[in-house]
């Protein structure tokens, strides 16, 4: 397989880290998308959306969409649970994550850390109200984990790797992660599993 992603990226460290826990061998190929290097002619060839990450397949074929990528690697591995409403369970929480979670926590962290905005740019009116929805995404996620220790059922899954990604880089957006308890022992306890690799391991 090769990985075509942006080092600093949550959405491709979520592949990575299911990589490494599943130990699947990969050939990594960072790409810099603030220099437009997956909007050139031989990167859209590949992923037309012009987008990160995105898997090449034994078969050669391309595989985008970090959480469809996430299930790609995860069916018929501990990753993924066997009965139905436990996987139901674990698409829920990823449809949370896209849709409530990495708007706001992954869009603060790049405008703040990555992108760097000021004042003077337009995004920086919408700075507040990202975060306040980043922090009722925290409230849910806190409520839910509080007398548990991954997402679904007893078992890590995928669904804890699609939450973490951005979850655990989160003060790189400001936000302060001290009034979740919760989540912060089930980061501990992420960062603690075997075959765990760093967002910055990557080179």
Partial sequence: MRLYDYPPSGNGYKVRLAL????????????????????TPEFLAKNPNGRIPLLQLPDRSYLAESNAILFYLAEGTELWPTNKIDQSRVLQWMFFEQYSHEPNIATVRFWVSIKKISPNDPEYTLLESKKQQGYAALSVMENHLRERQYF???????????????THVASEGGFDLDPYPSVKGWLNRVANRPKHVSITDWD
Avoid: C, H, K, N
């Avoid at 490494?20 to 909007?39: F, H, K, N």
């Avoid at 679904?152 to 951005?166: M, N």
């Fill in 152 to 166: 679904v059922g007893s078992e890590f899954s995928i669904a804890d790797i699609a939450l973490y990604a951005y």
């Fill in 20 to 39: 490494s826990t599943l130990g699947i061998p990969y050939e990594y190929v960072p790409l810099d998308i603030l220099a437009g290097q997956t909007r």
